[in-house]
């Protein structure tokens, strides 16, 4: 079950459960999409991997209990802010290889 962790773990903007500007990576850290395209260049400084838009989870209860009501998203905070220039180093000789080559 998805987190949907509350903010981005750089700039802290919220990311209710339904943002569409929100990123995950598959460890499902958290970003917002101005984060991942300006500052991460799509390479997760936790992982290297790349980012992808978070799904939403309904919020009404269209079917067997799978909504918000039932598995609400997560209210803790992870707010780690990126160093840019350690990034810039990390992500240089893997932001040019595909994520799902990576």
């Known amino acids: 079950m998805l987190e949907l962790r509350p903010t981005c773990e ?7 459960p339904h943002a569409p500007e929100a ?3 598959s460890y499902e850290c958290t970003f917002c ?5 300006g500052v991460l260049e799509n390479v ?11 799904p939403v989870r309904p919020a009404r209860n269209w079917k067997g209990d799978n909504y918000l009501g039932r598995d609400p998203a997560r ?3 992870k707010h780690r802010p990126v ?5 810039a180093a990390f992500a240089a000789p893997i932001r040019a ?3 799902q080559d990576r």
Do not use: Q, S, W, Y
């Open 10 to 16: 750089h700039c802290n903007k919220a990311l209710p």
């Open 23 to 25: 990123r995950i990576c």
């Open 33 to 37: 999409a101005a984060c991942v395209e």
């Open 44 to 54: 997760c400084p936790n992982c290297g991997g790349g980012f992808v838009p978070r």
């Open 75 to 77: 209210t803790e905070v």
């Open 83 to 87: 160093d840019p220039a350690a990034h």
């Open 97 to 99: 290889i595909a994520p």
